[in-house]
């Protein structure tokens, strides 16, 4: 089982405090690692670090700003320079400020997402991938979604009011062709890259849904919505030398939903 471990690694987290961050950050540095919680939330971010630490594992919460480069290239350098290395990259943080459908969309609107969905990952990205060519090793996992893949259902929203915006189904496709765009580019600097593309993630529900709920599961061969658990498994097979002959590949974790 060594080959699922992460010790002695680093590895940075974006959104690493939030719904899918918090099983992700765990689940790495519960496989060993040295886990960076990155977000502009500092003190959400430390807070959760401190649980971890609590834990007799390793963390640390670091204040990130995806939509202001210096602050991108600023976090990356006092990374390196603490930790000497960034073995792992995460990309699980998501802006879902203005998110509409296509006709409700402002340019202000379309920008304001892709600041950090398209323009803060790319950046990051960039900052650590030139420290893993100096390494000559990394791992790096983008966190999609099922509409990344297909299409929208928008007949399971019943009545509820909830869509998925044209924005997300954009930005969602867009990574995973920058997922398999970094794997081409960078495997011969011995740099791997692949995306996680999960289903819908259960506690993120909220109240009122019940007909979304319903029509999902229905729609599900697995028959439910993902939990915090079922993320972990696939963040370290990819991020650990479990993987070392994986690169390019977009992992669907969706209980079958991308299956019919």
Same mark, same amino acid.
């Not at 971890?52 to 390196?80: N, Q, R």
């Not at 062709?177 to 529900?205: D, E, H, M, Q, V």
């Not at 319903?214 to 993987?243: C, M, Q």
């Given at each position: 089982m060594n080959i699922f471990r992460t010790d002695g690694k680093v590895a940075i987290v974006t959104g690493g405090a939030g719904l899918y961050g918090k099983p992700i950050s765990i689940a790495l540095a519960e496989a060993g690692a040295h886990v960076i919680i990155a977000s502009r939330d500092k003190k959400n971010c430390e807070a959760y670090? /401190?649980?971890?630490? /609590?834990? &007799?594992?390793? /963390?640390?919460?670091?204040?990130?700003?995806?939509?202001?480069?210096?602050?991108?290239?600023?976090?990356?350098?006092?990374?390196?320079?603490?930790?000497?290395?960034?073995?792992?990259l995460v990309n699980?943080?998501?802006?879902?400020?203005?998110?509409?459908n296509l006709e409700e969309l402002s340019? /202000?609107?379309?920008?304001?997402?892709?600041?950090?969905?398209?323009t803060g990952l790319m950046l990051l990205t960039k900052s650590v991938v030139k420290i893993m060519r100096k390494q000559k090793a990394g791992s790096i996992i983008n966190i999609g979604s099922i509409y990344g893949v297909v299409g929208p259902n928008f007949p399971i929203y019943g009545s509820t009011g909830m869509t998925s915006?044209?924005?997300?189904a954009f930005e969602k496709w867009g990574m995973v062709g920058f997922t398999k765009w970094l794997a081409s580019y960078y495997g011969k600097f011995n740099i791997r890259a692949n995306c996680i593309s999960p289903g819908g993630y259960g506690p993120g529900?909220?109240? &009122?849904?019940?007909?979304?709920?319903?029509?999902?599961?229905?729609?599900?061969?697995?028959?439910?919505?993902?939990?915090d658990d079922d993320i972990k498994g696939p963040v370290i097979f990819l991020a650990s030398e479990a993987s070392s002959f994986v690169t390019?590949?977009?992992?669907?974790?969706?209980? &079958?939903?991308t299956n019919w």
């Amino acid at each position: 089982m060594n080959i699922f471990r992460t010790d002695g690694k680093v590895a940075i987290v974006t959104g690493g405090a939030g719904l899918y961050g918090k099983p992700i950050s765990i689940a790495l540095a519960e496989a060993g690692a040295h886990v960076i919680i990155a977000s502009r939330d500092k003190k959400n971010c430390e807070a959760y670090a /401190a649980e971890l630490v /609590a834990k &007799g594992l390793k /963390a640390e919460g670091m204040s990130l700003d995806l939509s202001d480069e210096k602050s991108i290239e600023s976090f990356v350098k006092d990374v390196y320079e603490k930790y000497g290395s960034i073995d792992i990259l995460v990309n699980n943080a998501v802006s879902r400020e203005g998110m509409k459908n296509l006709e409700e969309l402002s340019k /202000a609107d379309i920008e304001s997402s892709q600041v950090v969905n398209i323009t803060g990952l790319m950046l990051l990205t960039k900052s650590v991938v030139k420290i893993m060519r100096k390494q000559k090793a990394g791992s790096i996992i983008n966190i999609g979604s099922i509409y990344g893949v297909v299409g929208p259902n928008f007949p399971i929203y019943g009545s509820t009011g909830m869509t998925s915006p044209v924005n997300y189904a954009f930005e969602k496709w867009g990574m995973v062709g920058f997922t398999k765009w970094l794997a081409s580019y960078y495997g011969k600097f011995n740099i791997r890259a692949n995306c996680i593309s999960p289903g819908g993630y259960g506690p993120g529900i909220g109240a &009122g849904r019940e007909e979304f709920i319903e029509n999902y599961k229905r729609l599900t061969p697995l028959g439910r919505f993902a939990e915090d658990d079922d993320i972990k498994g696939p963040v370290i097979f990819l991020a650990s030398e479990a993987s070392s002959f994986v690169t390019g590949h977009n992992l669907l974790v969706d209980g &079958g939903w991308t299956n019919w």
